[in-house]
């Protein structure tokens, strides 16, 4: 029996219900699915909201429809704190009124997306670049709503095999490279790369004027927080991907519909 999609068919983690996984109802792309859960986390969105607005081709969806929604007058005295140049200019350019962390140290509610979502809901970002604003903004929100499309969802941290970002300074940055790397040693071991991207193959550059290292782990890393610890005291360390416990709740995307997590189990519609 062929399903129709529909994107307003929710499951919270207690409700899910069985569905045949084949054949999918629908070509839905996986941009598609980005949209859809980044409008879904605009539905938690009230006027009079200082917001975190998250960066990325997922978080990018839904700063396009804060802007759409105050434009249509549906939303009125919203600020936005962007997490990243990019999303500084996007946010301008739909109108959307915007302040710092500095005038704002108290966040409503920040949406952005994710490069992997543990079924802890811990997360890794800064794929994009981004981690350090992200991560200053998101851990100064009393609510943080993480958009994903299904292929964001791994087993483990680094369940992937893509990269763990870490933003470094980049004096010395092959020694804290090296560091990095005898320090994931301990945690099932990790190859430690300088992410280019730059004019000419130079070094990528953050927002923040530092580089970044991606670690590809090797193996499941165990204790976090552990790691988070070991890699922090690293003195050329500035911050890394991993964002442990900070994602109130994820809204995941999928070809058979939305599933909302969240941190207490709860459902947040
Ligand atoms: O630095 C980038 C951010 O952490 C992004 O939120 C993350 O990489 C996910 O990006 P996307 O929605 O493009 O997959």
Redesign the pocket.
């Known amino acids: 029996m062929a399903l129709a999609y529909d994107p307003l068919f929710i499951t919270s983690d207690k409700t899910a219900m069985d569905v045949p996984s084949t054949p999918p109802p629908m070509n839905l792309t996986q941009d598609d699915l ?1 949209r859809i859960a980044a409008y879904k986390a605009v539905d938690f969105v009230r006027s009079g909201m200082v917001l975190g607005l ?7 969806h839904a700063v396009d429809r804060i802007g759409e929604l105050l434009r249509q007058g549906k939303l009125s005295d919203i600020v936005g704190i962007p ?2 140049k990019k999303t500084q200019e996007q946010a301008l350019s739909l109108g959307i009124p915007l302040s710092d962390l500095d005038a704002h140290p108290v966040i409503d509610l920040s949406i ?4 992997e979502v543990d079924p802890r809901l811990n997360l ?8 350090l604003r ?1 991560k200053m903004i998101e851990g100064a929100s009393k609510k943080f709503v993480v ?2 499309d299904e292929s ?1 969802m791994v087993k483990h941290i680094g369940g992937s095999g893509m990269a763990l ?1 870490v933003e470094v300074v980049p004096f010395c940055w092959k020694f804290t490279a090296e560091k990095l790397r005898e320090v994931m040693e301990g945690y099932g071991g990790c190859e430690a790369k300088l992410r280019l991207g730059g004019e000419k193959g130079k070094a990528f550059v953050t927002d923040n004027g530092n580089y970044i290292v991606d670690m590809y782990l090797e193996k499941d890393m165990g204790d976090l927080w552990a790691v988070s610890d070991a890699i922090l005291r690293l003195p050329g360390v500035v911050e890394h ?1 991993m964002f442990l416990d900070m994602a109130s709740t994820v809204i995941i995307a999928g070809e058979l519909g939305v599933k909302i997590k969240n941190k207490h189990g709860s459902c947040c519609c």
Request: a positive charge.
């Open positions: 980005k998250g960066t990325g081709s997922t978080a990018r997490t990243s952005d997306g994710a490069d890794v970002k800064g794929r994009g670049g981004s981690l992200e958009i994903v964001k970002p991907g």
